[in-house]
């Protein structure tokens, strides 16, 4: 029954690798062919990751059949606790470019990797002679030695490193994707990490199925938002031409709002939204939600979807060559599917029909 229940779960996770090996090679092919759209390197980031990723899922897959399954070897085997290291190292590589940090690339990554480099070095290379760990009996036999302690450290390293990405300065003035986009992929970037961490420690099946899934949905996902969602950041920031300075008379708190919204060019956030706009002014919700109905007829998010619209149309009447996704970009939008929905309402016509109209 045991035997039965392996060779069926072999087959499932055969299953899974095929089709991920095919997805990313897929994926990979697809982004390189694109890559020229964004002006960054981060589609032939994932392009060469996800065709190295369908590389490691495929000689996984013809190692579980020809050996042994990641479930019959020992418990934080030297192989499977320094090389996903190593791998783990390249996830940074996106985000970062992505992200567009306001400090310096190469400062991140010394201080990212260089720690990491050295740990899986002396992992790999210092001759350390590895005691195999087949139980939790034998790990406590064994907890005082050094080759024991060392790899649970490198585990424990590589786990912290899984939550390292959260720590990364996000700028929206640079970075071509947005804030909550970030957050996903490090959430996903943690799962992995976590699930490896779970693996490595117990060697269940159920875990190595479920990384599987996480690591294809991973990947995928990240491509489809490259190549469906993510718009292209401006290689040059457009004239923002006159601010609106329409205080009204008397209404000191809508003056300070229009004040905040120009000088600091925070209706471009695309991470802006109510609450934090009233924690910037020292006010709530309500007041500020009210200000703006008082003074504008519109809500909050009706007021920042005009202005932002406006000033893209405005932009392509006056010069109908410009990039309208760069226009996007620039206004606070990360998002194609957010930006052309808004568009279309504030407008009445899909960004094509209006640039079709302006010819």
Known sequence: ?????????KYIATVILVFMTVS?????VLLWKRRRETGDYSRVIWAVFSWLSALFALTFTMRT??????????FFEPEHTFVPILIQMTYFFYP????????????VYAALFAPLLLLVFTGMCAGIEYTPIYSYNDLWRHIGEFNVWFRLLALVVMLFYSFSLFLVPYDWRKSSADKKF??????????????HFGI????????????QLAWISFFLSVAWYELKERLLVPKEAPNSGAMQNSEAAGDGLWGHIVFLLDNSEKWRDPNLSLNNLAELLG???TYVGEAFKRNTQMTFVEYLTKRRIDYVANK?????????????NYVGYRQRSTAWRNFQKVTGVTPAEFMESLK
């Not at 059949?65 to 020992?74: E, K, L, P, R, S």
């Not at 392509?316 to 996007?328: A, E, G, M, V």
Request: charged share 10%; aromatic share 8%.
């Open 200 to 211: 490595q420690m117990s060697h269940a099946y159920g875990l190595v199925l479920a990384h």
């Open 24 to 28: 990313l090679v897929v994926s990979g």
């Open 65 to 74: 059949w020809t050996q042994t399954t990641v479930t019959d070897g020992a």
């Open 1 to 9: 029954m045991f035997y039965s229940l392996q060779l069926l779960m």
């Open 283 to 285: 006010s709530n919700r």
């Open 96 to 107: 970062l470019e992505v992200i567009r940090p306001s400090v310096s690339k190469s400062r």
């Open 316 to 328: 392509l009447r006056s010069n109908p060559t410009t990039d309208i996704q760069q226009l996007f």
């Open 182 to 195: 970030i957050t996903l992929y490090s959430s996903g970037f943690c799962l992995i990490g976590l699930l």
